[in-house]
């Protein structure tokens, strides 16, 4: 039975009501094989603030801010600021009739800038004005449970409203979160979208992941690399967000990368030594770095596993490299010509080497071999 919006909104606020009083105040114990009333992340954050010695009840005092503790927060994550500013320009034309603005801080959860705010003086604008300041501390630690510090614990996009808060202060927000990662993998901060004593519109948690998302790939082309490769599956749209971005130094190391290349390329930051163009793609990275200078529109390229993406190299930093024209004329065409034949079989080395009747091994060590003397 589908439920009027109204009748939806009592029956979600029952459902926190008693969730608060099971999970913070103990007051009642969950029947046998009873159904989750809230997202399980939310009992954690719940869970996490009781730990630090938390009580609902307790008054929240958004601290103070000096001008030069705001300025050392706003220089210590300028690069961060200078690539979201654009995002929040465009975010605050999108929200402007919703009364909800956008937050931006750290992985500590110090704000370190806002979006435009709802005009108004009045309690609204007053409750909004209390946290959106550079340099206030909202971390969870601080404010208790909110999407700031909820996104930041779980490093996933959540959607928290009123009495969901942990503290009945903070129960007249409402707001969205998604963290940010940064060029390495690492979370380096989070993008709220919160309204004051506002209606529930849960369709922001995706404009908010959507906005992170254009954050981190704008951090990510801003680094300095010799190479940056954009990678989407082939038939995708391209050109988006939704691509894949790895930022290759000339060497054919990878340096950088966004969440969508890491996730296409089952790659999971962090873990152990910093990747190669050879341990990714089933082809010689010099393929890109050609394809870069003759300014190819894409190319297609194989992976050990046997998928295939779509790849759109670009020279960025310093300009590639050419071969010495020293090199001998009759290894320059042979290498040449092994290179015409990955190509014409779209990267499918296996494919090439039967053309040209020589071992795929042979193909590898040749590319290898031209590439050690072309750079």
């Known amino acids: 039975m589908n439920l009027s919006p109204a009748a939806h909104s009592t029956e979600r606020s029952l459902a926190i009501s008693r969730a608060r009083r099971e999970w913070i105040d103990g007051d009642l114990a969950p029947p046998p094989g009873s159904v989750q009333r809230v997202e399980p992340w939310l009992t954690r954050s719940w869970q996490r603030c009781l730990a630090l010695g938390h009580r609902p009840q307790q008054r929240v005092v958004f601290d103070a801010v000096s001008a030069q503790s705001a300025h050392r927060v706003g220089e210590r994550h300028h690069e961060l600021v200078a690539a979201a500013r654009p995002v929040l320009d465009r975010l605050s034309r999108a929200i402007a009739d919703t009364r909800y603005f956008a937050i931006l801080t750290d992985a500590d959860g110090i ?25 206030v501390d909202l971390s969870e630690r601080a404010v208790g449970t ?43 901060g989070m993008l709220d979208l919160t309204g004051v004593q506002v209606a529930e519109r849960p369709e922001l948690r995706h404009l908010a992941v959507m906005s992170a998302r254009s954050i ?5 082309c801003a680094q300095p690399c010799e190479l ?7 038939g995708c749209v391209a050109g988006t967000d939704a691509d894949g971005l790895l930022c290759i130094d000339g060497e054919g190391r990878i340096t950088g990368a966004n969440l969508a290349a890491r996730q296409m390329l ?19 990275p010099d393929m890109l770095f050609d394809a870069a200078r003759r300014g190819d529109a894409g190319i297609d390229v194989p992976l050990w596993s046997g998928l295939r993406i779509h790849a759109r190299p670009h020279a960025a930093g ?12 009759l290894r320059e065409a042979e290498i040449a010509m092994i290179r015409k034949a990955v190509t014409d079989a779209r990267g499918n080395v296996a494919e090439a080497a039967r053309a040209l009747g020589i071992s795929r091994a042979t193909v590898y060590r040749k590319l290898g071999r031209g590439k050690g003397k072309s750079r």
């Open 266 to 284: 089952n790659q999971t930051p962090g873990t152990g030594r910093p990747l190669h163009c050879h341990d990714l793609f089933a082809m010689p």
């Open 318 to 329: 310093r300009a590639i490299h050419s071969a010495p024209s020293a090199r001998p004329a």
């Open 216 to 220: 981190e790939n704008a951090l990510l």
């Open 228 to 234: 940056l490769l954009r990678i989407n599956w082939p």
């Open 146 to 188: 909110t999407a700031i510090g909820a996104a930041l614990a779980e490093r996933e996009s959540v959607w928290l409203h009123q009495g969901e808060h942990f503290f009945h202060d903070t129960s007249i927000y409402t707001c969205a979160g998604a963290p940010l990662f940064g060029p390495q993998g690492d979370c380096i």
């Open 111 to 135: 704000v370190v800038d806002i979006g435009a705010l709802p005009a108004g003086g009045d309690a609204a604008g007053r409750h909004a004005r209390n946290i959106a300041r550079v340099g």
